[in-house]
């Protein structure tokens, strides 16, 4: 059990290029979520997954972005035409299908839009 | 409207002294109650979460949480601090374990 691995750490890039993130879970966990965290605040929830499927997305989450889970393991966030205020820690958990099981948290992307 | 604040944004303790973080919380029904830690450079962790029952919980690393319903709070505590327990600290509350709302989170800095 190696923990839940993101890639890059940090990613820096300019106004309206696009990114993409990179997320592993724990090889057991069936399910993945993906938050946000800027600095001074707790994360905010964007997405989950069970296996491949998209069960839950936040309503705040705008269509720029964009998450995929093909075949039930790594996730991949994708940030269209970023902006500014898209600057923060992205960050990927897993646990496994149980109602309430614990989190596993990644230690995050950060990104810096200029 | 559901919030959750922690009151102080950093909180300096010397090392071996007891330590109380607190956390109040507005929300519309009794929620699910979870401290996090979060180190520099690593990924948050769980100390401690509170679903129904006992309302003193224990935690991970000596830490407990006592959950009080008349003052909607979910306070902190553990007895003697250590210098690797700097970090920030963050309280959330839900009806989940993944859609939760977090606090802002309090740094807790230990003097040697």
């Known amino acids: 059990d190696t923990g839940v691995s993101q890639n890059p750490r940090h990613k820096i890039t300019k106004r309206g290029q696009n990114v993409t993130f990179r997320c592993d879970p724990i090889?057991?966990?069936?399910?993945l979520y993906w938050y946000r965290q800027t600095l001074g605040q707790g994360p905010e929830f964007l997405t989950y997954?069970?296996?491949?499927?998209?069960?839950?997305k936040s309503r705040l989450l705008s269509d720029r972005f964009s998450a995929e889970r093909p075949k039930g393991s790594f996730s991949t966030l994708e940030i269209q035409r970023t902006e500014q205020g898209d600057s923060a820690m992205y960050l990927c958990?897993?646990?496994?299908?149980?109602?309430?099981?614990?989190?596993?948290f990644g230690s995050g992307t950060q990104l810096s839009v200029l | 409207a559901q919030s959750v604040t922690q009151p102080d944004i950093h909180i300096t303790v010397s090392e071996g002294a007891s330590l109380e973080l607190r956390c109040n919380y507005s929300?519309?029904?009794?929620?699910?109650l979870f401290w996090y830690v979060q180190s520099p450079g690593q990924g948050l962790q769980l100390l401690l979460k509170?679903?129904?029952?006992d309302t003193l919980v224990q935690g991970i690393k000596g830490f407990e949480a006592e959950f009080k319903r008349s003052q909607s709070s979910f306070n902190l505590r553990k007895p003697s601090v250590h210098w690797s327990d700097a970090a920030e600290y963050f309280c959330?509350?839900?009806?989940?374990?993944?859609?939760?709302?977090w606090g802002a989170g309090t740094k807790l800095i230990i003097k040697p």
């Open positions: 929300y519309g029904a009794t929620p699910y």
């Open positions: 090889s057991e966990h069936n399910r």
């Open positions: 509170y679903f129904s029952g």
């Open positions: 959330a509350v839900g009806n989940s374990n993944y859609q939760l709302i």
């Open positions: 997954f069970q296996n491949e499927a998209q069960l839950e």
């Open positions: 958990a897993s646990s496994l299908a149980h109602a309430n099981e614990k989190l596993f």
